[in-house]
């Protein structure tokens, strides 16, 4: 079996000196979609920010496509080939929305391989149609779903061969999710490989091919995702039944 | 007993105003790099003033160096080759600041970003009395001037432009020539922010660090970049001021601070539209305070602060650590 995409092996992230993940293990494959799931502040978010060097890790280790990622200045990671939407959505406010997906390409385009900025841009907005029409609009002044689509976008700037989303269907109506899963499906589709956080385990099922469970800072299971959600412990332990 | 003069006369009024957009360019330009270094690293530096210290004296020497070397202005043709000397010793004083100013950042402010802001006041303090006795260790105590041309001093040496015939009263060209600069760097500043892809990265940087480094930016180079940026700027002003017949002093650098402080609080910190339009308002109070009433001098400025923060806490443009 060929090594995976991205490993992560017995990650210990510290914030202000607390560690806040106890040795999380999870890897995502070639072309694979995972998931992250696990209550608010249960690690996923820290285990993202360890990934992308934005948390220190005590210990432990992050490769990707072989590479230790570790060793690298955080500012090298994205060029990797890693595109990151932080949880919230962390845009450039005061920038309009196309400006905000150039700004990765100015940054770090070249060393990526994006030639065609413009081509970039408009390729982005084809996914995103509902954003297209408002792609002048400040981005303070979008609403929360389409934040969500042009902090994806912008994460899809550098042409990623992973996409890490942390928690994009969260805080959105019923129907958005649907619209942004869709979105979310169509990028799995184009081949590009996904890791998102989910606090809802109900969103994810139907577009992750591989799950894992966490909790306090640790990987408690993982699996096929349409069965672990059936798993009556991690039922009680999602709904906050698990103390 | 101060006599308060009864009335102004016109042609003074308009002096003292102009006097008071001359000073509130030069501010402009020093406050503006305060409130970006500000906004975009999150420090303020209490050493911002000594750049425009230092731009001054270096000002002095470097002008100094042509002066005696060129011939003084006599005819058009000499002028334009002086006055070309002049904007030279200028840029090149201004030019220096840059890797002072960006070694500074990399070597001292860096370890302290995430530091309390009472570490980072107490370092750029350290850093304001280390460049003023840097000062005095290179130039000496007393006030320097630039060599006199002629027995005469730059400005007067520039001043050509017949300003009376124009205006109908008279005016030094070099300040007026300061004040388009001044009206310069604002423009340029606001287009750099807002239609480079330079600026509006460093803007991304002082929105959102995080977000920005996961799109590949360097924040320490960014950093690094303003840091110089401003003590370009900074530099700039005080070569320029220096330029203007006033005689350059250690302790220039700190009553441009305190009153920097002033012009980005009434504009909102953080904000360039904000710095200009506080930097012309405390210029021009500041002046008319000068000439008519001295002892509040000082004083005259920080009343309108507070005035500006009981009408507006937030400032003219409250834009708070973020460049608009």
């Known amino acids: 079996m060929s090594d995976p995409l991205l490993a992560v092996t017995n990650n210990k992230a510290t914030v202000e000196g607390f560690t806040v993940t106890h040795g999380v293990d999870l890897s995502v494959d070639e072309g694979e979609a995972v998931a992250l799931v696990g209550r608010n502040g249960a690690g996923k978010t820290s285990t993202f920010r360890g990934i992308m060097g ?21 500012e090298l990671i994205p060029v990797r080939g890693i595109g990151y939407q ?33 081509a970039m841009v408009e390729s982005i907005l084809d996914l995103f149609d509902e954003l297209s029409h408002r792609r002048d609009t400040e981005v303070q002044n979008l609403s929360g779903g389409q934040g969500k689509m042009c902090a994806i976008g912008r994460a899809m700037a550098l042409d990623p061969d992973l996409l890490i989303l942390d928690e994009p269907l969260e805080g959105l109506a019923p129907i958005v999710v649907e619209e942004l899963k869709g979105y979310i499906q169509e990028i799995i589709d ?5 890791l998102i956080a989910e606090s809802n385990t109900s969103h994810v099922p139907d577009i992750v091919e591989e799950m894992y469970v966490i909790e306090r800072g640790s990987i408690v299971d993982n699996g096929d995702p349409k069965e672990l959600t059936k798993d009556p412990d991690i039922q009680e332990l999602m709904q906050g039944g698990g103390n | 007993m101060i006599e308060l003069p009864l009335f102004i006369d016109l042609g003074d009024a308009a002096v003292h105003t102009l006097n008071g957009i001359f000073r509130g360019s030069i501010l402009f330009m020093i406050a503006s790099g305060l409130t ?9 530096n209490l050493a911002h003033g000594e750049f425009y210290g230092i731009g001054a004296f270096l000002l002095t020497s470097i002008a100094t160096f ?15 080759i002086f006055a070309a000397a002049i904007v030279i010793a200028v840029l090149l004083s201004a030019a220096i600041l840059i890797p002072i100013a960006g070694a500074i950042e990399a070597t001292v402010i860096r370890p302290i970003y995430d530091r309390a802001e009472m570490y980072q006041l107490l370092l750029t303090y350290a850093l304001l009395l280390i460049l003023v006795d840097t000062i005095r260790i290179i130039w000496g105590s007393q006030p320097v001037r630039p060599a006199a041309v002629d027995g005469q001093q730059i400005h007067a040496a520039l001043d050509v432009i017949p300003m009376e015939e124009l205006f109908g009263f008279q005016y030094s060209s070099v300040r007026i020539f300061t004040i388009f600069i001044g009206i310069g760097t604002f423009l340029f500043l606001l287009w750099f922010f807002d239609r480079t892809k330079t600026g509006r990265i460093i803007r991304a940087t002082a929105i959102d660090r995080e977000a920005a480094t996961a799109i590949g930016v360097s924040s320490d180079r960014v950093f690094t970049l303003v840091f110089a940026l401003g003590g370009f700027f900074a530099g700039f002003s005080g070569a320029l001021y220096s330029v203007s017949a006033i005689p350059a002093t250690a302790e220039m650098g700190g009553t441009a601070l305190v009153l920097s402080f002033v012009v980005i609080v009434i504009g909102g910190l953080g904000s360039i539209r904000g710095s200009f339009v506080g930097a012309i308002l405390v210029g021009v109070v500041w002046s008319w305070a000068i000439a008519e009433y001295p002892p509040a001098e000082i004083a005259a400025p920080f009343a309108l602060m507070i ?16 460049i608009e």
Not at chain 1, 60 to 67: A, D, Q, R
């Open chain 1, 54 to 74: 934005l948390t220190p890790l005590a210990e432990g280790s992050v490769k990707f496509k072989g590479e230790e990622l570790t060793e690298l200045r955080p």
């Open chain 1, 86 to 118: 932080p949880e919230g959505r962390d845009l450039f406010t005061g920038m309009t929305v196309e400006e905000n997906l150039r700004l990765p390409i100015w940054t770090s385009g070249k060393a990526r391989g994006v030639e065609d900025e413009d």
């Open chain 1, 190 to 194: 184009r081949g590009i490989s996904v």
């Open chain 2, 36 to 44: 970006i270094i500000f906004g975009v690293l999150g420090v303020l």
């Open chain 2, 66 to 80: 042509f002066v005696v070397r060129i011939a003084a202005p006599t005819d058009p043709l000499s002028t334009a």
């Open chain 2, 307 to 322: 005035l500006v923060l009981l009408v507006r806490p937030e400032g003219l443009y409250g834009a708070w650590g973020e």
